[in-house]
């Protein structure tokens, strides 16, 4: 009897030390993508565009049409509309930034925006080696 309850004991030990590293190492699995979801890091430059357009929403997020794709904007710039005086819905914009391909969707592109031309001014976004923004 002793010996069954020792067995089960260090079985119940070894689950729960097993569950806990797979818990902490499968918290992290889906975290880059998540930061990189909500504009928080930016991935890996895929290619470098300068576009030129007027600031739509798209299916509830701010983007701009141009050359025939839709770039969905993520960075600091979003915070600006609504602050810069004149920078709203149909504001014709200049836009620099790394884009990345949408998967399932090949019209579009998340475009990582470094640097905003409005009204004859330009704003800077630097970033990180990283991907994060100042």
Do not use: C
Not at 18 to 28: E, M, T, V
Not at 56 to 79: D, F, M, S, W
């Amino acid at each position: 009897m002793k010996k069954t309850s020792r067995v089960f004991m260090l079985t119940l030990i070894g689950l729960l030390f097993a569950g806990s590293l797979w818990a902490q190492d499968a918290s992290s699995w889906g975290r880059d993508r998540r930061r990189a979801a909500h504009g928080h890091a930016r991935p890996a430059a895929k290619e470098t565009v300068t576009i030129n357009g007027n600031l739509q929403l798209i299916e509830g997020r701010i983007a701009v049409a141009a050359e025939g794709k839709t770039y969905y904007i993520n960075g600091p710039v979003k915070n600006l509309i609504g602050f810069v005086d004149g920078l709203k819905e149909d504001s014709a914009v200049r836009l620099e930034g790394p884009a990345t391909a949408i998967p399932f969707n090949p019209g579009a592109r998340f475009l990582w925006v470094t640097k905003l031309t409005f009204n004859g001014k330009t704003y800077d976004f630097p970033t990180t080696e990283d991907g994060h923004w100042l």
